[in-house]
């Protein structure tokens, strides 16, 4: 190789260097998600995550009832009615969360972990997604025994690899 080959090697191989990632997003902001809960849908109605991620769902009550945040796979009914999911996603996670006018729900047998939040409330979740939760979920709001379900308030919770 001649002197210029050297040269344009060398350029190849900066911009290599240069293109790595710069490792895990950090600081504030990373990995924060929002998401707006309203009659009644979620917006955005598709979330993406990745396995070993940690994140921070930070969800809005615009709407004028009480709407909450369940992900899972396989819609539980009680008494024909959609009132949760028999897989839930949060299993074993122990999410940290806080926020404004959370709803405290006492029906614990129904169902797997809930946020529930009044009209104007806003609570941020915190969880590190684990590599066994790999695949496609459901997000849901079973409110007033399931009709925000059935009304079409689901969507998607994606975890990529
Ligand atoms: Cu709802």
Redesign the pocket.
């Known amino acids: 190789m001649n002197r210029w080959g050297w040269v344009w090697m060398g350029g190849l191989l900066l911009l290599a260097a240069c293109g790595q990632p710069q490792g895990p997003a950090s600081g504030p902001g990373a990995g924060e998600i929002r998401i707006t809960?309203t009659?009644?849908k979620f917006q955005p109605d598709t979330i993406r995550v990745k396995a070993g991620q940690e994140v921070r769902l930070v969800l809005v009550n615009a709407?004028k009832?009480?709407?909450?945040l369940m992900i899972g796979r396989m819609v539980m009914e009680m008494e024909g009615k959609p009132a949760g999911y028999h897989e839930d996603f949060f299993a074993g996670l122990h999410p940290q969360v806080s926020g404004e006018k959370l709803k405290q729900e006492e029906e614990e047998e129904h169902a797997g972990f809930m946020v529930a939040l009044e009209p104007g409330g806003t609570a941020t979740v915190v969880f590190t997604v684990p590599t066994d939760r790999v695949g496609e979920w459901e997000m849901g709001?079973f409110?007033e025994d399931g009709v925000?379900y059935q009304e079409g308030?689901k969507g998607k919770f994606i975890v990529e690899r």
């Open positions: 809960l009659e009644y709407g009832k009480d709407h909450e709001c409110e925000h308030m």
